[in-house]
């Protein structure tokens, strides 16, 4: 069975960083691109960032890209996100997701149970 | 960039009844491009149509996805309990390659 889990949400100052973790079992992680997708409280959902099953292509929305860095251990089976320069808008529950293609985004067939990041002083 | 607009914003119906949902992109995309999701609060979100119109595996076959160019919709036959949810869709494109989700729809007990 496939399964993601994240991890590394946290309470955090506006300016400040952190780095979520999203660890997956029950497929060959190398084989797919995975993304990073939020959810703000009372929105909707959000595509972050893309990340190509070699790590060789990434992509991410304007909203957070030169703020956020994607990657990828394959030898571990595990996602980063990178979150720097936090603001308040930033605040959301962020789930990983499995693409179901190798090199570039598509749609997605297993995602974890999200973890909450929190920008507050 | 794509933008897609789901509607109704909320719809109230009961157990048992049929659910229309709609998604409307802000040009025409391919039929290929279009997944449907449904999200309980707490849960991780899960796929339900891909290719506008196929439905992912385990998926009961009371759940149905059509159209094309920028029209889409997913249709809930007979409503379970379980399926009240927020649904939403989204666009997948490779010229820039990007992913867009729609504003969702939230489907609730009457």
């Known amino acids: 069975e496939m399964q993601l889990l994240e991890s590394g949400g946290g309470l955090e100052q506006p300016g400040g960083s952190l780095r979520l973790s999203c660890a997956a079992s029950g497929f060959t992680f190398s084989r797919y691109a995975m993304t990073w997708v939020r959810q703000a409280p009372g929105k909707g959902l959000e595509w972050v960032s893309t990340?190509?099953?070699?790590?060789?292509?990434?992509y991410y929305a304007d909203s957070v890209r030169g703020r956020f860095t994607i990657s990828r251990d394959n030898s571990k089976n595990t996602l980063f996100l990178q979150i720097s320069s936090l603001r308040a808008e930033d605040t959301a529950v962020y789930y990983c997701?499995?693409?179901?293609?190798?090199?570039?985004?598509?749609?997605?067939?297993?995602w974890g149970q999200g973890t909450l990041v929190t920008v507050s002083s | 960039e794509i933008v897609l607009t789901q509607s109704p914003g909320t719809v109230s119906l009961s157990p048992g009844e049929r659910a229309t949902l709609s998604c409307r992109a802000s040009q025409t995309i391919s039929r290929d491009s279009l997944a449907w999701y449904q999200h309980k609060r707490g849960q991780a979100p899960r796929l339900l149509i891909y290719?506008?119109?196929t439905r992912a595996t385990g998926i009961p076959d009371r759940f149905s996805g059509s159209g094309s160019g920028t029209d889409f919709t997913v249709s809930i036959t007979r409503l379970e309990p379980e399926d009240f949810a927020v649904y939403y869709c989204q666009h997948y494109g490779s010229s820039p390659p990007s992913v867009t989700f729609g504003g969702g729809t939230r489907v609730e007990i009457k």
């Open positions: 997701a499995k693409d179901v293609r190798y090199s570039a985004m598509d749609h997605f067939d297993c």
């Open positions: 990340i190509s099953g070699s790590g060789s292509n990434i």
């Open positions: 290719g506008a119109s």
